[in-house]
């Protein structure tokens, strides 16, 4: 066997999410049934994390451990791959690692992009890749609330629970640390960037959605304050849709 | 009767292109839909130009004659429009227009751009929207073509014959104004920007085909020359794909 890690972009809109489900039409199943068309066995592929249906990536990580009978090197299974996923797969890069190398678990961070369009009309070439938030946005306000959310929190009431979390949750089961967090305005296109060691389920759409949410003037930028503080009480729960949430990339030790 | 002027954008991709057919799944098709939902009768538009299948636009234009009885004034047509068509196409703007304003007639010239890709991995949000070309382009060729079409040319050679040209054809018949030809690149982007008095059928992409064939060496930028020179011989015919098109705008003079 040689494990190979993948980098794959996709648009996110034709398909239902990442993570493979009976009746398929998921990312994972589009890849694996190329992988299964190559190798004439079924393989299975392990990713960094899930995405959601809508959400895109520009470089989403997986490792697969392929038969030596292959005989297939990096730039061979990129070419391959390649010529058998539609146009919304690509895989961008491919490489040789460690035999203990992990997709997910080697990963120690990930960055995302959320764009925002505030324009009165959609450009059709947005559609499905932008969230278009008709509400006045005040970017001071959301420059303040970014800032709140930098550093290592309990990001419990920034999270949709999943259903399958431990009981009892262990106390730092839903701590993360944010490295960065940026807003960049080009025109009436407003663009998020989120840096940090990993992830709760939906994280980043709620950390946006909280943040809208104050620079509309819905909540004040301190009941996020709190939400980030406290364990208990209220969550400023609003979700923001999938269509602007982009996996930029994840983050691993060099691999020699 | 209320003349208005319309701009919208689309995206190419899902449409069979600008002109209305039998079978419908046209822009136009499209839009006329719309307005016969909000008038509850079929009215006509007609755009500056028709646009090919698969070519996208940022900005056409087409005048509507709508009846006083409607009292809708433009934002409200904007408002109305937009409510029934899909994400696909939008309305940008609307204006009241003289009565004997005309958006093909009334047009003094157009605007193109052709996106060409040149990575070796095409991204999946750029699939229908732009070339994916492989082959290596020398730059300094392809900015010396674009700088041979400016100015006022017989292109016949430049042009898909449509067969419903006038018989004899008139001698200026495909003499056309290019003001401007540009090319600028943005990583493995290229971007090249047409401004002509018009353009013939095909045109855009037959010019970047020919300019993509000398910058790969196929052809050399003197066969061009010729052929922008001379009414007979050979045309370095090859047409880019409709994906890497975008309408950009259309001139008019000031309307009061």
């Known amino acids: 066997m040689s494990r190979f890690l993948f980098s794959c972009a996709y648009d996110g809109a034709p398909w239902l999410g990442w993570q493979s489900q009976v009746g398929g039409n998921t990312v994972q199943d589009c ?7 190559i190798l004439h066995e079924p393989l299975r592929i392990h990713a960094a994390g899930r995405t959601d249906a809508g959400v895109h990536a520009l470089a989403q990580y997986f490792h697969a451990d392929v038969p030596e009978s292959s005989r297939m090197d990096a730039a061979a299974w990129q070419a391959a791959l390649n010529a058998y996923l539609p146009a919304s797969i690509r895989i961008m890069s491919v490489q040789l690692a460690p035999p203990d ?26 559609a499905g890749r932008a969230w278009h938030c008709r509400r006045k946005l005040h970017l001071p306000t959301l420059r303040r609330v970014l800032k709140l959310y930098v550093g290592e929190h309990d990001f419990r009431h920034f999270a949709v629970r999943r259903g399958n979390e431990p009981n009892p949750i262990p106390l730092n089961f839903f701590f993360r640390i944010i490295f960065s967090a940026t807003l960049t305005c080009r025109g009436e296109m407003l663009t998020l960037r989120f840096c940090g060691s990993g992830f709760l389920y939906r994280m980043v759409r709620m950390l946006v959605g909280a943040a809208v949410q104050a620079a509309a003037g819905t909540i004040s930028p301190s009941d996020i304050d709190v939400a980030l503080r406290q364990s208990h009480g209220a969550s400023p729960c609003f979700c923001a849709p999938p269509d602007g949430l982009y996996l930029l990339r994840v983050l691993y030790e060099p691999i020699d």
């Open 31 to 37: 890849i694996e049934s190329c992988f299964a068309r």
């Open 101 to 126: 190398f992990h997709a997910r678990f080697s990963a120690t961070g990930k960055e995302y992009e959320y764009r925002i369009f505030c324009g009165s009309v959609l450009p059709p070439h947005l």
